[in-house]
C-alpha cells in the first residue's frame, strides 16, 4: 500500500507499507483536535479532493482518518456509533465529518477510521500526553473538569488497520479506539504514580464526556479480544508511553 504523510501515525503504519496491494492511505492532514485553522482545513479538504480524483483514476481503496473524539460524538445520547447521526460540536469535528461525507458522495471506493486518542513514541507536542507531562515538569496542570479520553496504543492501531484491509471492507466507517472513557484525572494520577511528578492542578470550564462504541469494531476485527481492552488498558498504555517518554518513569 501507498502511505501519504510522514507524520506520527504515518511513520508507525509503515510497517504494513508492504501489505494490501492498491490502497492509498492517507496519513496526513489536520490531527489536532483543538484545531480551528480554517486554512489548514482548506489544505487537508484540497488533499483529499486530490487522492480522491486519484483513485478514482486508478480503482485503488483510500484510506481516510477521521476522528471519535469529543468533537465528533460529543453531543451524542450513549456510546459513539459510526451507524447514527451525530451532530459535531467543534470546528475539528465538523471538518473531518464533511470529509467522510465528500468520501460518501464520491463513488470512491474508501474506508474512513475515526480514531480514538493514539498513545505512542514520537507522538508531536501538541497532543495530550505529551502535553500533559510537560505541563506537569512545570509544577502546574490544567484540567478540564469531568473530561474523558480514550486512549489506544498505536500499536494495536497498526494490527486493528492491517485487519480491516485484509478483510477488504469498502465504504465503511469504524471507530478504532478501545471503547473506555478514562477520566483526565485518572490519567493524571497515573502519570504521577508511574514517575514522581507532582504538580498543581488547575480547572477550567467542563470537559467533554463521551464513550466510543466499538461494536463494529469487534465484530470486524475478533483479535481486539486479546489486545486487553477494559477498564485497566489505558494503564498498560500509559506504562509503554511513560516508560519512553520519562526516564524517571518506574513499571
Given at each position: 500500500m501507498d502511505i501519504v504523510g510522514n507524520g506520527f501515525l504515518a511513520r508507525h503504519l509503515r510497517s504494513l507499507a508492504g501489505r494490501h496491494g492498491r490502497t492509498l492511505v492517507l496519513a496526513a492532514g489536520v490531527s489536532w483536535a483543538a484545531h480551528t485553522s480554517p486554512a489548514d482545513f482548506a489544505r487537508e479538504a484540497a488533499l483529499v479532493e486530490e487522492?480522491?480524483?486519484?483513485c478514482l483514476a486508478s480503482g485503488e481503496r483510500l484510506v481516510f482518518f477521521s476522528t471519535a473524539s469529543t468533537g465528533m460524538?460529543?453531543?451524542?445520547?450513549?456510546?459513539?456509533?459510526?451507524?447514527?447521526?451525530?451532530?459535531?460540536?467543534?470546528?475539528?469535528g465538523t471538518h473531518k465529518l464533511a470529509l467522510e461525507k465528500r468520501l460518501e458522495a464520491s463513488g470512491v471506493d474508501y474506508l474512513a477510521l475515526r480514531l480514538g486518542h493514539l498513545v505512542g513514541p514520537g507522538q508531536p507536542p501538541h497532543q495530550l500526553l505529551p502535553t500533559l507531562?510537560?505541563?506537569m515538569r512545570t509544577g502546574t496542570v490544567h484540567v478540564h473538569r469531568g473530561a474523558t479520553r480514550d486512549l489506544i496504543d498505536i500499536d494495536d492501531v497498526v494490527t486493528i488497520v492491517d485487519r480491516l484491509l485484509g478483510a477488504g471492507l469498502s465504504r465503511e466507517k469504524v471507530n478504532v479506539a478501545s471503547g473506555n472513557a478514562v477520566p483526565i484525572e485518572r490519567i493524571i494520577d497515573h502519570i504521577e504514580e508511574r514517575t514522581g511528578l507532582a504538580a498543581r492542578r488547575v480547572y477550567r470550564d467542563r470537559g467533554g464526556h463521551h464513550t466510543i462504541s466499538t461494536d463494529k469494531l469487534r465484530a470486524l476485527v475478533p483479535e481486539t479480544e486479546a489486545m486487553?481492552?477494559?477498564p485497566s488498558y489505558h494503564r498498560r498504555v500509559l506504562d509503554a508511553f511513560l516508560?519512553?517518554?520519562?526516564?524517571?518513569?518506574?513499571p
Amino acid at each position: 500500500m501507498d502511505i501519504v504523510g510522514n507524520g506520527f501515525l504515518a511513520r508507525h503504519l509503515r510497517s504494513l507499507a508492504g501489505r494490501h496491494g492498491r490502497t492509498l492511505v492517507l496519513a496526513a492532514g489536520v490531527s489536532w483536535a483543538a484545531h480551528t485553522s480554517p486554512a489548514d482545513f482548506a489544505r487537508e479538504a484540497a488533499l483529499v479532493e486530490e487522492k480522491i480524483a486519484a483513485c478514482l483514476a486508478s480503482g485503488e481503496r483510500l484510506v481516510f482518518f477521521s476522528t471519535a473524539s469529543t468533537g465528533m460524538y460529543g453531543k451524542v445520547d450513549g456510546p459513539g456509533r459510526e451507524d447514527r447521526p451525530v451532530v459535531p460540536c467543534t470546528p475539528y469535528g465538523t471538518h473531518k465529518l464533511a470529509l467522510e461525507k465528500r468520501l460518501e458522495a464520491s463513488g470512491v471506493d474508501y474506508l474512513a477510521l475515526r480514531l480514538g486518542h493514539l498513545v505512542g513514541p514520537g507522538q508531536p507536542p501538541h497532543q495530550l500526553l505529551p502535553t500533559l507531562v510537560r505541563q506537569m515538569r512545570t509544577g502546574t496542570v490544567h484540567v478540564h473538569r469531568g473530561a474523558t479520553r480514550d486512549l489506544i496504543d498505536i500499536d494495536d492501531v497498526v494490527t486493528i488497520v492491517d485487519r480491516l484491509l485484509g478483510a477488504g471492507l469498502s465504504r465503511e466507517k469504524v471507530n478504532v479506539a478501545s471503547g473506555n472513557a478514562v477520566p483526565i484525572e485518572r490519567i493524571i494520577d497515573h502519570i504521577e504514580e508511574r514517575t514522581g511528578l507532582a504538580a498543581r492542578r488547575v480547572y477550567r470550564d467542563r470537559g467533554g464526556h463521551h464513550t466510543i462504541s466499538t461494536d463494529k469494531l469487534r465484530a470486524l476485527v475478533p483479535e481486539t479480544e486479546a489486545m486487553g481492552f477494559g477498564p485497566s488498558y489505558h494503564r498498560r498504555v500509559l506504562d509503554a508511553f511513560l516508560t519512553a517518554a520519562v526516564p524517571t518513569a518506574t513499571p
